[in-house]
């Protein structure tokens, strides 16, 4: 039976394998700047209108665009639904808002009354009971192609930045 040993003495490797180790103990850094990146993506998509695939949102309702306070589809005059915040979880980053009407927007949903009969509002001039009203999907948070890309980009570079960082001059 043969056998084949490898031993690696050369000082470079041997640190350039450390900093690896060490970087890949340290995603801090990489989690900050994939919750940077998505929450500017994000917002990019209320500004342009699009989910995640580049898809147009849903026009709004005829009626409803003739009233509506605030410049675009899902942004309204505190623009707060388009105040995308991203903060470190346990073991990554969560991106999302903490807009409680988000989750209806974002994913669409029917709302129905709690305690009557209908829902009472008005709209356009006119006023209306019904016994639910649709939300459209408007997908703002999620990932597109790009995004996953640009997100393999920013690991790889954390690692390649470890790699290469020497503590002496090049």
Not at 70 to 98: C, F, H, K, M, Y
């Amino acid at each position: 039976m043969t056998a084949a040993t490898l031993t690696i003495d050369d000082h470079e490797i041997i640190d350039a394998l450390d900093r690896l180790l060490a970087a890949a103990g340290t995603l801090t850094p990489v989690y900050k700047n994939i919750g940077e990146y998505e929450a500017e993506a994000t917002k990019e998509r209320f500004r342009t209108g699009r989910d995640p695939e580049g898809n147009a949102w849903k026009d709004l309702n005829e009626l409803y665009a003739k009233t509506k306070k605030g410049p675009s589809i899902l942004v309204g005059q505190t623009r707060d639904l388009s105040s995308i915040i991203w903060q470190l979880a346990s073991s990554g980053v969560e991106i999302g808002s903490n807009v409680v009407y988000a989750r209806a927007h974002n994913e669409g949903a029917t709302i129905v009354p709690k305690n009557a009969a209908a829902l009472m509002f008005s709209m356009g001039g006119q006023t209306f009971m019904v016994k639910s009203v649709a939300i459209p999907r408007r997908q703002f948070l999620g990932f597109s192609s790009e995004d996953q890309v640009r997100i393999q980009e920013i690991i790889e570079d954390h690692f390649l930045d470890a790699i290469e960082n020497t503590a002496g001059p090049k």
